[in-house]
Structure formats: C-alpha cells, structure tokens
C-alpha cells in the first residue's frame, strides 16, 4: 500500500481522460485552494503554460519531435475538456495557485516506447485488472472502470481511486522508466512544500504513480529549488508544438492506447451527466442508421431504451452506462447473427466484418469533434513554408493541378506536391502520373483532398526541419537508415525521392540498393527493386534521377542476382506467386530495353531460362514464366507441347500464369496453336478436374487486360467454328466457379443414382 500521505500535500491519482476524475480534481481544487497545482506532464514546457491555455478550441495536443544521430522519436499529450490534466490546468489557474507540469520531457529516453505520455497503465497490472473483471463480472478494464467510477456518485470517489491504484500498483514492479520519472516528479512535489508555506500542494498524476510518489515524498527531504529540466544533447534536433487534435485520434477504437475509449460519449458525460449521456448516444445512432437509409422505428429505439435500462438495473448501475446503452441497441436493432465479437467488449481497431450497425454505434460513440487552436499560438516555420510554397508555384487548395511534367516549371509543381506527400501532409492526392513499371508518362494530375488533421500533419512534419527541403530531406535520410537491407522499401524510396527532384537522396537510396542486392534473398522484392531502377534508367531525363552509370550497375547487378535466384527454387507442387512472376517480367524488360547498352548477357539468360523451363522440381509458374522469357526475347519455344507436359488440373493454371506473365503478347499476337491445344485439354477434363483448375486458370488469364482478353475470345470462337461478338464470352451472369460446382454437384448425384439402380443415364 502506498501509506500516508506527507501533511500538507494531496495526491490525485486519476485515470487519463476521464469525466469522474475531472470532476474529482476541479472539487478539490475548489476545496483546498492550493498554493500550488502539480500536473504530471511535459517540465520543459512550463514557460509556456499561457500559450498551452489560450483559448483553444479542444481537443488539442502538445506534439514533441526528437532527433539525433541515434535516436528518432516523436509523442503526443492530447488534452480534452474532460482530462483531469487539463481541469488541473485551468482550474488551478483559476483559483490563483501556481501550476507546473511535473514530468520528464516528452523526447527524455524514460519515453523512448511511448508514443502516447497519457498512456493506460493496464498493461503493467494486466493480472489485477482481470481478477476484478472476473470478480465484477465485466468484460474489460473500460467497463470495469465505469462500473465502479464513472456511472456512480461522486460521494467517497478519492477514497475509492486511491484504493483502486493502490491495489493494483501493490502487484506490479515499476521498470526503469517509471522509477526514472517517479524520482524526478517527486523532486517537484517536496520542492513546492517547502516553498508552499504551510498552504496546501496539489499533485495531479495517473494513478499507477500516486502509491510510488506518496513514499517517495514522504521518505525524502526538503529540496532546495525546483528540479532542473534535462535538456538535449547538442547535436538534437527537438521541439515541442500544440496541434489541434480530434476525437477520433483520441479513441481507442481508432487505435488510440491511452485513456478512455468513445471520446464523444464521455464529452456528453462531462457537460450533461450519464443519464443524458445515454440518451443522446440512442439518439445519435438512430440518426446516423436513418441517415444511412437503415430502418429504425420508434418502437426500436423503445426497446433498446427499455433494454439498457434493464441491463443497468441488472448490473447495480443508478444510470444506464456505455455498455447497457450498446449492448441495448444491439439487441433492439441487430437480427442477425454477429461474426464478430462486440467490439466494446475489447479494445482496438474494429476487426474486419464488424456488422454495419455496430459500426454506426462505434462512430457514434466517438464524435467527430475536431480541435482548432487560438489564432495566436505559435506554429514551426514548416507550416508557413509550407504555405509560402504552394503560393509560389500557383496550387491553390482547392485547385485542381493538371501538370506537363515536360514544362520546367510544372515539373517543380509536382516535386512540390511529391515532397508534401512524402511529408504526409495533406492536401492534393494524385490521381495519374509515372508509374513504376510503366512506360514514361508526361503528364501528372492531382485531385484536392481536404482533410481536418491538415494543420496537425503540417506541425508533426515540423519535427523534421523548418523548411520543406529541410524536413523531406531529413525525412528520406532517416528512411535510408530504417530501411537498412529492405530493397523492397528501398526501391519505393528512390522512386519517390526521383519523382520528388531529390538527386542525392534518389543516390543515397540507390547506393544502399546496390549493397544489399548481392545478398537479397527475396525474389519478389528485387523484382521490384529492378523495375523501379530499370523505369529510371529508361526515363532518366523526365525524373532527373540519378545517373545512369549507377543505375545500369545495378540493374545489371540485380538481374545476375534474380537469375541465380530463380534456378534455386524448389517446390513442384506451389502455387503460383505474382511477386516472382513479376521479377521475371522485369528481368526480361531489363533484357528488352537496356541489354545491348548495358552489356546484359542475353545468353546466359536463355540458358538459365531453358533449365528452369524443363526442371521438374520447379514450381509450374517458374517453369511458364521460364518458357515465357524465351519465348518473348525472340528464341525458339515451343509452348503446345509444353503445356501437354503440366495439364494436370492441379498444375495447368498455375504453369500458364508464368506463361501468360512473360509472353502474353506472343500468345495473343501468335498463331492459335497454344489456344487450340489448351481448348481441348479443358474439353476434356470431367467436371470434378475443371473445377479443381478453375481458380488457377482465372488467375492465370487476369494477365491480360480486356482488350487483349477479348482477342482471346476472338481465337477460342474461331477455334469453334462460331459466330458472334467476342466480347459476349467476357460476360457471364452466373460466376463460373458456381457453374462449375453445379456440374460437379450433378456428376456426384448422377453416379449415386446409378449405383443404386435408380438410374441408368440419359436416353435418346
């Protein structure tokens, strides 16, 4: 137990964002008119408590971004009305006691793991908190919470949170990072007594470190002074900045790790009390299903009433709480069976299928306040840069850019958006322009985007440099250094950094392609490395990318590297794999377009590629894609007779995705011996073997795009003998796998029906 508290100093332990805890803190305020308020929060931004309390439009955060040669990190405090900090803020202020905030910075390591300061702490008493679940019989902490806090009276509330966090900080070890800040918050609070002059000291903190600083203040001494604020090392780039936050990044159900879930739900609580709470959050989901053309009658929405009112009775609650209330309209408006498990019974993200209703409740639970800061706070020089920058090259916000990326200055555009986008700042979403992979395209366009988090991911970005060359510049360099070996990622860098005019980052991101290359082991991620390097080195003077010697290195590198990598695979049996499909197709491309002047041996391709083709321990799509490279770089191949080797219904369609992958200009382009051979290996097979080939065989013809599909059609209805557009055969009402399970369905009741005598077959 944490023992008594020191006289003169009274400790708060709350929970984060919390309406019963808010209220607790402003009463005591108004009760003790302390000398003194101490918040658990940033120390290093005491000397800007005026700005923090302007009149802000909340909900609102404090953003620090941390930057060395070792380190990157980036945490934010996010303050609604309803957070007991905040309450301890204002109303501290306002009844003339001093107010500090009392922890170690957001950038100090103590924080290194958190992105979030106001973290729940259930994970460091995780057992605890599950006996009480169990005993209490609720699901999880939040309904815990609400059953023994937030739905009840007010009367005996600190007793009761003080022995709640004592209880389960009795079975939990503090680690290095709490005990670090523990130390250090403490210091504060025996400094403020001894200043306070015998009038009272008020300590606000999560109430997983009220029972540690009630010992620690009470074993130590009078400090001398307040606690110096660590500051960074001098080669760190940090700062802290308010940003204006939003109820849907605050909720757990969005991810969010911290504090209470539904934050629009408790925003009700905190101005209209539970019971209207409840009523307004029946309100809001009928209104949003009406809205969505979901039928919801009075009757409904008087069920789920009398539902929630029961559930309340039932579970002791005076008021029905958030659960009564979802639980009730679950069971007023939800017929049908759920999938998925009760999201409020969890927490996180909602899993995938969440029925369509409960997703209206979810949303309506969180609101969609979104917070605007004071015309007067601060902002980093990026957000006016930022600003500065689209004036200058004519993009306005609502404008939108249609870009001829061959005109000089509408090349500069698009790297302006492409560096924006890079920063994730909203904005303009690009609609077209270069792809990789593609043939060169000369034109660009973005479409306006607007988005609420604008001004937030403009402030968060500033933690990368005041400018945006600054800020994407720093950006790019620490992704190089993440990326580490992943050419995959690496490769999607250095086409972004080309497309966004960043010449000696496109170099940085190539250099560590080309180390990592001679030891990559994933097929699919070289592919794709190689097809980014070879639509550069193709399309050099339109992306101004970086040289093309290092390129064609590269490429040379990497289609050495794929080749290797493709004869050693072993696995006759695999299924077909887009990924190393794909590399193949970019190794012939390289072979294609860049051979003769890089010097590719063509040769030795063919050779490896008439191996793979006729190596029974290769996958069925390596040995098509091998065929395929052979036959579309112009060397004899002979696919009728290949295919009759691989037409086992569990093989065919896979072998023809390689096939198709690497060659299907030559099928299509190509007399009808191929089409004639596979039409009647699929004529033959029974209906059971078509079935089993069926989803292979539709993967292995999504290769070509429609107009070529339709000149397949072409040859299998000359093939036929038959008249009519090609394109009817591209249209079917009924999905061919049901037709096709239909047929089999019948062959199986047939042989039945025979074997039993019952039948004997069709007659003439």
Same mark, same amino acid.
């Given at each position: 137990?944490?023992?008594?508290?020191?006289?003169?100093?009274?400790?708060?332990?709350?929970?984060?964002?919390?309406?019963?805890?808010?209220?607790?803190?402003?009463?005591?305020?108004?009760?003790?008119?302390?000398?003194?308020?101490?918040?658990?929060?940033?120390?290093?931004?005491?000397?800007?408590?005026?700005?923090?309390?302007?009149?802000?439009?909340?909900?609102?955060?404090?953003?620090?971004?941390?930057?060395?040669?070792?380190?990157?990190?980036?945490?934010?405090?996010?303050?609604?009305?309803?957070?007991?900090?905040?309450?301890?803020?204002?109303?501290?202020?306002?009844?003339?006691?001093?107010?500090?905030?009392?922890?170690?910075?957001?950038?100090?390591?103590?924080?290194?793991?958190?992105?979030?300061?106001?973290?729940?702490?259930?994970?460091?008493?995780?057992?605890?908190?599950?006996?009480?679940?169990?005993?209490?019989?609720?699901?999880?902490?939040?309904?815990?919470?609400?059953?023994?806090?937030?739905?009840?009276?007010?009367?005996?509330?600190?007793?009761?949170?003080?022995?709640?966090?004592?209880?389960?900080?009795?079975?939990?070890?503090?680690?290095?990072?709490?005990?670090?800040?523990?130390?250090?918050?403490?210091?504060?609070?025996?400094?403020?007594?001894?200043?306070?002059?015998?009038?009272?000291?008020?300590?606000?903190?999560?109430?997983?470190?009220?029972?540690?600083?009630?010992?620690?203040?009470?074993?130590?001494?009078?400090?001398?002074?307040?606690?110096?604020?660590?500051?960074?090392?001098?080669?760190?780039?940090?700062?802290?900045?308010?940003?204006?936050?939003?109820?849907?990044?605050?909720?757990?159900?969005?991810?969010?790790?911290?504090?209470?879930?539904?934050?629009?739900?408790?925003?009700?609580?905190?101005?209209?009390?539970?019971?209207?709470?409840?009523?307004?959050?029946?309100?809001?989901?009928?209104?949003?299903?009406?809205?969505?053309?979901?039928?919801?009658?009075?009757?409904?929405?008087?069920?789920?009433?009398?539902?929630?009112?029961?559930?309340?009775?039932?579970?002791?609650?005076?008021?029905?709480?958030?659960?009564?209330?979802?639980?009730?309209?679950?069971?007023?408006?939800?017929?049908?069976?759920?999938?998925?498990?009760?999201?409020?019974?969890?927490?996180?993200?909602?899993?995938?299928?969440?029925?369509?209703?409960?997703?209206?409740?979810?949303?309506?639970?969180?609101?969609?306040?979104?917070?605007?800061?004071?015309?007067?706070?601060?902002?980093?020089?990026?957000?006016?840069?930022?600003?500065?920058?689209?004036?200058?090259?004519?993009?306005?916000?609502?404008?939108?850019?249609?870009?001829?990326?061959?005109?000089?200055?509408?090349?500069?555009?698009?790297?302006?958006?492409?560096?924006?986008?890079?920063?994730?700042?909203?904005?303009?979403?690009?609609?077209?322009?270069?792809?990789?992979?593609?043939?060169?395209?000369?034109?660009?366009?973005?479409?306006?985007?607007?988005?609420?988090?604008?001004?937030?991911?403009?402030?968060?970005?500033?933690?990368?440099?005041?400018?945006?060359?600054?800020?994407?510049?720093?950006?790019?360099?620490?992704?190089?250094?993440?990326?580490?070996?992943?050419?995959?990622?690496?490769?999607?860098?250095?086409?972004?950094?080309?497309?966004?005019?960043?010449?000696?980052?496109?170099?940085?991101?190539?250099?560590?392609?080309?180390?990592?290359?001679?030891?990559?082991?994933?097929?699919?991620?070289?592919?794709?490395?190689?097809?980014?390097?070879?639509?550069?080195?193709?399309?050099?003077?339109?992306?101004?990318?970086?040289?093309?010697?290092?390129?064609?290195?590269?490429?040379?590198?990497?289609?050495?590297?794929?080749?290797?990598?493709?004869?050693?695979?072993?696995?006759?049996?695999?299924?077909?794999?887009?990924?190393?499909?794909?590399?193949?197709?970019?190794?012939?491309?390289?072979?294609?377009?860049?051979?003769?002047?890089?010097?590719?041996?063509?040769?030795?391709?063919?050779?490896?590629?008439?191996?793979?083709?006729?190596?029974?321990?290769?996958?069925?799509?390596?040995?098509?894609?091998?065929?395929?490279?052979?036959?579309?770089?112009?060397?004899?191949?002979?696919?009728?007779?290949?295919?009759?080797?691989?037409?086992?219904?569990?093989?065919?369609?896979?072998?023809?995705?390689?096939?198709?992958?690497?060659?299907?200009?030559?099928?299509? &382009?190509? !007399?009808?011996?191929? #089409?004639? +051979?596979?039409?009647? $290996?699929? /004529? %033959?097979?029974? @209906?059971? *073997?078509?079935? =089993?080939?069926?989803?292979?065989?539709?993967?292995?013809?999504?290769?070509?795009?429609?107009?070529?599909?339709?000149?397949?059609?072409?040859?299998?209805?000359?093939?036929?003998?038959?008249?009519?557009? &090609?394109? !009817?055969?591209?249209? #079917?009402? +009924?999905?061919?796998? $049901?037709? /096709? %399970?239909?047929? @089999?369905? *019948?062959?199986? =009741?047939?042989?039945?029906?025979?074997?039993?005598?019952?039948?004997?077959?069709?007659?003439?």
């Amino acid at each position: 137990m944490a023992g008594d508290a020191p006289d003169g100093v009274t400790f708060l332990g709350v929970r984060h964002h919390s309406p019963a805890c808010a209220r607790l803190v402003a009463a005591t305020v108004s009760a003790l008119r302390p000398a003194y308020v101490l918040v658990e929060g940033p120390a290093d931004l005491n000397g800007r408590l005026d700005e923090l309390l302007l009149d802000h439009e909340l909900p609102v955060a404090v953003f620090t971004a941390y930057r060395d040669a070792g380190r990157r990190h980036a945490s934010w405090s996010p303050f609604c009305a309803y957070s007991p900090e905040w309450v301890a803020l204002t109303a501290g202020r306002g009844a003339g006691a001093e107010v500090r905030f009392i922890d170690l910075p957001a950038w100090h390591p103590a924080f290194a793991h958190r992105a979030n300061r106001y973290a729940d702490a259930d994970q460091r008493y995780a057992e605890a908190v599950r006996r009480l679940c169990a005993t209490l019989a609720v699901d999880n902490v939040d309904a815990l919470w609400d059953h023994l806090f937030e739905i009840g009276p007010d009367d005996g509330l600190a007793e009761r949170l003080a022995a709640y966090f004592d209880l389960l900080r009795g079975e939990s070890a503090a680690g290095e990072d709490d005990t670090a800040r523990e130390a250090y918050m403490a210091r504060w609070v025996r400094a403020a007594r001894a200043r306070a002059g015998g009038r009272p000291v008020l300590v606000v903190t999560g109430g997983f470190h009220r029972p540690a600083l009630v010992r620690l203040v009470a074993a130590g001494g009078e400090e001398d002074g307040w606690p110096g604020v660590p500051e960074p090392e001098p080669d760190a780039v940090a700062g802290s900045y308010l940003v204006p936050y939003s109820f849907k990044r605050l909720d757990a159900f969005d991810g969010y790790q911290s504090g209470m879930p539904s934050p629009g739900y408790y925003q009700r609580v905190w101005e209209d009390g539970p019971q209207r709470a409840a009523e307004a959050l029946t309100e809001s989901v009928a209104a949003r299903l009406r809205a969505r053309r979901q039928p919801v009658s009075t009757a409904d929405l008087i069920a789920a009433r009398t539902m929630a009112g029961g559930l309340a009775r039932l579970r002791g609650h005076a008021h029905p709480g958030r659960v009564d209330v979802l639980d009730g309209l679950v069971s007023a408006l939800v017929g049908d069976a759920l999938d998925q498990p009760l999201p409020w019974a969890s927490r996180g993200r909602l899993a995938a299928g969440t029925h369509p209703a409960v997703v209206e409740m979810v949303a309506a639970l969180s609101g969609d306040r979104v917070g605007r800061l004071h015309p007067d706070t601060p902002l980093p020089p990026l957000v006016h840069d930022v600003d500065a920058e689209l004036d200058r090259h004519r993009v306005g916000p609502a404008e939108v850019v249609e870009l001829d990326l061959t005109v000089p200055a509408d090349l500069a555009r698009s790297r302006l958006l492409h560096r924006l986008r890079l920063l994730d700042v909203p904005g303009h979403r690009r609609d077209s322009g270069p792809r990789v992979g593609a043939d060169a395209v000369l034109t660009e366009r973005w479409s306006p985007s607007p988005n609420p988090d604008r001004l937030a991911r403009m402030i968060e970005a500033g933690g990368y440099g005041p400018t945006v060359l600054d800020a994407v510049t720093a950006l790019v360099e620490e992704r190089v250094v993440l990326l580490g070996g992943d050419v995959d990622g690496l490769a999607t860098l250095l086409f972004d950094t080309a497309l966004a005019g960043l010449r000696e980052h496109s170099a940085r991101a190539l250099d560590a392609i080309a180390r990592a290359t001679g030891t990559v082991t994933d097929l699919g991620a070289l592919g794709r490395a190689l097809a980014v390097a070879l639509g550069l080195w193709r399309h050099d003077r339109l992306l101004g990318s970086a040289g093309a010697a290092p390129l064609g290195a590269l490429i040379a590198a990497a289609v050495r590297r794929a080749l290797w990598l493709v004869e050693g695979v072993r696995a006759a049996t695999a299924p077909a794999d887009r990924g190393r499909l794909a590399a193949l197709v970019a190794v012939r491309d390289a072979l294609r377009y860049a051979g003769p002047a890089l010097g590719l041996d063509g040769e030795a391709a063919l050779a490896v590629a008439g191996r793979v083709a006729a190596d029974p321990a290769a996958p069925p799509d390596l040995r098509g894609a091998a065929l395929g490279l052979r036959w579309s770089l112009g060397a004899a191949a002979d696919p009728g007779r290949a295919v009759r080797a691989l037409a086992a219904p569990g093989t065919l369609g896979d072998w023809l995705s390689g096939l198709f992958a690497l060659a299907r200009e030559e099928v299509v &382009a190509g !007399d009808a011996a191929l #089409l004639g +051979v596979l039409d009647g $290996l699929l /004529a %033959a097979m029974d @209906a059971h *073997d078509f079935l =089993v080939a069926l989803p292979a065989l539709r993967q292995a013809f999504g290769w070509f795009p429609p107009r070529e599909r339709e000149a397949v059609a072409r040859h299998v209805l000359a093939l036929r003998g038959a008249d009519g557009p &090609a394109r !009817d055969l591209l249209r #079917l009402d +009924v999905d061919p796998v $049901l037709v /096709a %399970a239909a047929r @089999a369905l *019948d062959a199986r =009741v047939d042989a039945v029906l025979a074997r039993e005598g019952l039948w004997e077959g069709e007659t003439a």
